[in-house]
């Protein structure tokens, strides 16, 4: 089983439908978590309304820094806020497969609520998206070259 990272700047909604998704989708083949750099300290509400629309269960999250698993070894973390590719990850980090998969943020979309919903909506696709091709991929036997250059290029897609 692959254990998989995912993080962004807050750990309240790209990284939490992330994690939704990988644990989901990957059942058997992959582990996921979330953190966050700097954690809000709690999970954005849009996203969970996006996670229960979608299936997918909406407790047990929780907003945590990326210290929180100094001691948990991953084989692979994926960013996915728009900045964090040039964030520093701590070192401990670096013994993992780092991509970056950049998405908008929906939680700082002004406007109506079906319009903020659309744009949660929409980035919740994004995300599955990306996690169904990951998980197409055979992971378990490619090299740390092939699932950097693999999976980044799937975080080159919409």
Same mark, same amino acid.
């Given at each position: 089983? $692959?254990?998989?990272?995912? $993080? ?5 909604? %790209? ?5 939704? &998704?990988?644990? *989901?989708?990957? /059942?058997? =083949?992959?582990?996921?978590? #979330? !953190? ?10 849009? !996203?969970?309304?996006?996670?229960? %629309?979608?299936? @997918?269960?909406?407790?047990?999250? +929780?907003?945590? #820094? ?8 991953? *084989? ?21 497969? &780092? ?19 659309? !744009?949660? *909506? /929409?980035?919740?696709?994004? &995300?599955? =998206? %990306?996690?169904?091709?990951? $998980?197409?991929?055979? $992971? ?6 092939? &699932?950097?250059?693999? @999976?980044?290029?799937?975080? +080159?897609? #919409?």
């Amino acid at each position: 089983m $692959l254990n998989v990272l995912v $993080l962004c700047t807050g750990n309240s909604c %790209r990284s939490v439908m992330g994690e939704a &998704l990988l644990n *989901d989708l990957g /059942k058997g =083949r992959v582990k996921a978590f #979330s !953190a966050g750099s700097h954690p809000v300290g709690k999970i954005n509400e849009g !996203a969970l309304a996006t996670l229960k %629309r979608h299936g @997918l269960p909406t407790e047990g999250y +929780q907003s945590q #820094s990326w210290d929180e698993f100094e001691d948990q070894p991953f *084989d692979i973390v994926i960013t996915v806020c728009d900045n964090a590719a040039g964030e520093v990850c701590p070192m401990y980090l670096h013994k993992a497969v &780092l991509v970056h998969w950049g998405v908008s943020d929906p939680a700082h979309l002004e406007g109506t609520e079906e319009e903020k919903t659309a !744009a949660f *909506d /929409k980035t919740f696709a994004i &995300l599955e =998206r %990306r996690v169904k091709k990951m $998980l197409a991929l055979p $992971l378990e036997e490619m090299t740390e070259q092939e &699932l950097t250059e693999k @999976l980044n290029a799937i975080g +080159q897609e #919409s």
